[in-house]
T-cell receptor, first 115, second 112 residues
Framework: ETGVTQSPTHLIKTRGQQVTLRCSSQSGHNTVSWYQQALGQGPQFIFQYYREEENGRGNFPPRFSGLQFPNYSSELNVNALELDDSALYLC??????????????FGPGTRLTVL | GESVGLHLPTLSVQEGDNSIINCAYSNSASDYFIWYKQESGKGPQFIIDIRSNMDKRQGQRVTVLLNKTVKHLSLQIAATQPGDSAVYFCAENGGSNYKLTFGKGTLLTVNP
């Protein structure tokens, strides 16, 4: 167990809707990263938050946004859902800080299906 | 551009044998590498990592080898067990301090 939890486990939405996915990081981990994993693929980096500010972003459009809270919880919000957004969404926490990459510990993921 | 790839998409071994999973990377700026195991329906589970100032690191039944000259990474699993059956991903940081770039993964099947 990594101590990283995500909710909900599964979610079904329709095209055009908005979704919020939640993550609870390990206590003491100041950094949270979000990844999208399409079926049969490796995870793709969406963005990272460190102490409530975005620390880096991958090649995802602005309709993917995030929030990080002081209590080690965080959210991934996706607006105007598209069919291709169907994937497993993973959050990963790490002790955080700048300077070098820390080990990222993943949660179980949220399976999002867009119809 | 940066990319991480795996030589073999599937690997089938007998229980008790040693397994070797290979990974190639192209970003010479990468200085941190990590192996994850992902079982069906679960998130990636950390196995072992290595930084570029090392060429070998050992854990419990696992060894990671890094060859920076040819940009190659491998994961060796000793005495493979049925519980080792999963998809294995290598990931690298491309020199960044925030993102990991994953390959497509290798499916390891352990036959009893």
């Amino acid at each position: 167990e990594t101590g990283v939890t995500q909710s909900p486990t599964h979610l079904i939405k329709t095209r055009g809707q908005q979704v919020t996915l939640r993550c609870s990081s390990q206590s003491g981990h100041n950094t949270v990263s979000w990844y999208q994993q399409a079926l049969g693929q490796g995870p793709q980096f969406i963005f990272q938050y460190y102490r409530e500010e975005e620390n880096g972003r991958g090649n995802f459009p602005p309709r993917f946004s995030g929030l990080q809270f002081p209590n080690y919880s965080s959210e991934l919000n996706v607006n105007a859902l598209e069919l291709d957004d169907s994937a497993l969404y993973l959050c990963a926490s790490s002790p955080g800080g700048s300077g070098s990459t820390d080990t990222q510990y993943f949660g179980p993921g949220t399976r999002l299906t867009v119809l | 551009g940066e990319s991480v790839g795996l030589h073999l998409p599937t690997l089938s071994v007998q229980e008790g044998d040693n397994s070797i999973i290979n990974c190639a990377y192209s970003n010479s700026a990468s200085d941190y590498f990590i192996w994850y195991k992902q079982e069906s329906g679960k998130g990636p589970q950390f196995i072992i990592d290595i930084r570029s100032n090392m060429d070998k690191r050992q854990g419990q039944r696992v060894t990671v080898l890094l060859n920076k000259t040819v940009k190659h990474l491998s994961l060796q699993i000793a005495a493979t067990q049925p519980g080792d059956s999963a998809v294995y991903f290598c990931a690298e940081n491309g020199g960044s301090n925030y993102k990991l770039t994953f390959g497509k993964g290798t499916l390891l099947t352990v036959n009893p």
